[in-house]
């Protein structure tokens, strides 16, 4: 089954391209990593797979379907979207923001069901932040709103998940209980996420993307993420030392 698929898919913002001619399958149980340099287009092609940014050329489709052509209700049952960083303007309580989660399935009604709030709550037990509902989300570290929008994301439960640096504002501790939790996922759903950790990506990953100045490098994390790829991407030198990838500073340009 595919739940998404790209054909020559290009972006582009002004004269600079970002992704060139990407053809892409993402399939349930897939973990996908997109990895690339500061600016390279990681969080651009992120909102395009939603929607929130029209690609200059290709096709893009979810379950067999272009997005344009899905219904809004429908196509956020499908994929939703862990935005990088969250801002919020106004007092609202941490399990009302969870519950934002549950609007696509509010078909006919304009209130909370028990069902949606018993959803809202497992999603943050199962962020750890079950004890945190009735917190104002503007009293929250950034970690925590991080993990209460993740929260909404598990309630919304769309088939494709698609994770904006979800680990970027986490200790190591929550980083390791976020990656166990989208293991997790994995029996369900396809995740799709942005990091700019390598080895995270070579521990975790199923897939890699690796994109860098239109350039794109796309298969299962063991044969995208070598030397000479990461070399190729980001301009310097890696190494292995046992599992792990090693930035190595070149002596010749000293």
Known sequence: MTLLATHGLKLAIGNRTLVQD??????????WCLLGPNGAGKTTLLHALCGLRHPSAGTLAIDGQPLSAIEPGKLARQRGLMPQQQFDAFSHTVLDTVLVGRAP???GRQWDSEQDRAVALEALRRVGLDGLAGRDVLGLSGGERQRVSLAALL?????????????SHQDVGHQLALMRLVHELLATHAVIMTCHDINLAARHATHVLLISGARHWIGSAQSVLTE??????FGCRFERNGSLFVAVEDSARD
Do not use: H, I, K, N
């Open 22 to 31: 990407l053809d892409w399958v993402v399939e349930p149980g897939q973990l």
């Open 105 to 107: 399935y509010r078909v």
């Open 228 to 233: 000479g790829t990461l070399q190729a991407a």
């Open 155 to 167: 309630a919304q439960s769309p088939e494709l998940m698609l994770l904006d640096e979800p680990t």
